[in-house]
């Protein structure tokens, strides 16, 4: 129902891999525990998160081809060496984050949204 953030999610065009800010791994026991805690911590420390298409996807229907990595978009470097800092393990969950080159947050699901979703499938 919405072409608009349909086209911006897929947005093909784009050299999606460019925008890598970088990767670290998180102890978690899956996807979904590590997207909600990335999510809960980056709400109370005020930074912008938003999950790629492949990962709201997966959070989204409880399914997916991969369960060991998260994708993300972060406003900035700084907010991914927060993150990092106090997230980053020997193993566990590879989480990617990239740098938004368009509005991902407006529309993201808010903190309100993310209690209710069950990610714990």
């Keep these: 129902s919405n072409i608009s953030g349909l086209l911006d ?3 093909w065009e784009r050299p ?4 890598k ?3 670290f791994n ?4 899956n996807s979904h525990e590590a997207a ?4 809960r ?3 109370e420390w005020a930074i912008p998160i938003s999950f790629t298409a492949f990962t709201a996807g997966t959070l989204y229907t409880g399914y997916s081809v991969k369960y060991n990595s998260v994708y993300c978009y972060l406003n900035d470097k700084k907010s991914f060496n927060r993150i990092k800092e106090n997230f980053q393990s020997k193993d566990g969950i590879e989480v990617c984050c990239y740098l938004k080159d368009r509005d ?5 699901i808010t903190k309100k ?6 990610v714990t499938n």
């Design 41 to 43: 911590t980056a709400n």
């Design 104 to 108: 991902v947050f407006t529309e993201s």
């Design 36 to 39: 909600e805690t990335l999510t």
């Design 113 to 118: 949204e993310t209690k209710e979703l069950d």
């Design 26 to 29: 998180y102890e978690a026991m």
């Design 16 to 19: 999606f891999e460019d925008q």
């Design 21 to 23: 800010i970088g990767s």
């Design 9 to 11: 999610t897929i947005a």
